[in-house]
């Protein structure tokens, strides 16, 4: 079993960056890929960017060139670095992992832009 939980939320100004940060744990686990979605009420979850070992990361084309995945050499964690935050930008994240044909979501974590 693998739990996923992501933290990095906050108050942000417009423009800002922020980073979110996700861990699966036990990090005894074999994850495979990790990714982070967005939701914002009413809409679907969108796929934002996914990271796959030994596999440039995947970005929605919404954010390229302003948000960042990377994942640390050791351990199942996972970093989105947000740049340039727009209003647009604004909704749930929530990050998932795939361990074994299972993947399992985090609870999501938001940020609020501050003008």
């Known amino acids: 079993q693998v739990q996923v939980v992501e933290s990095g939320g906050g108050l942000v100004q417009s423009e800002g960056s922020l980073n979110l940060s996700c861990t699966a744990s036990?990090?005894?686990?074999?994850?495979?890929?990790m990714a982070w979605y967005r939701e914002i009420p009413g809409q679907r979850r969108e796929l934002i960017s996914t990271?796959?070992?030994?596999?440039?990361?995947q970005y929605h084309d919404s954010v390229k060139g302003r948000f960042t995945l990377s994942r640390e050499d050791v351990g199942n964690t996972v970093h989105l670095q947000m740049t340039r935050l727009e209003p647009e930008d604004t909704a749930t994240y929530f990050c998932t992992a795939w361990y074994m044909v299972r993947n399992t979501w985090g609870q999501g974590t938001q940020f609020t832009l501050t003008p």
């Open positions: 990271i796959t070992n030994n596999v440039s990361p």
């Open positions: 036990p990090s005894t686990r074999s994850i495979g890929a």
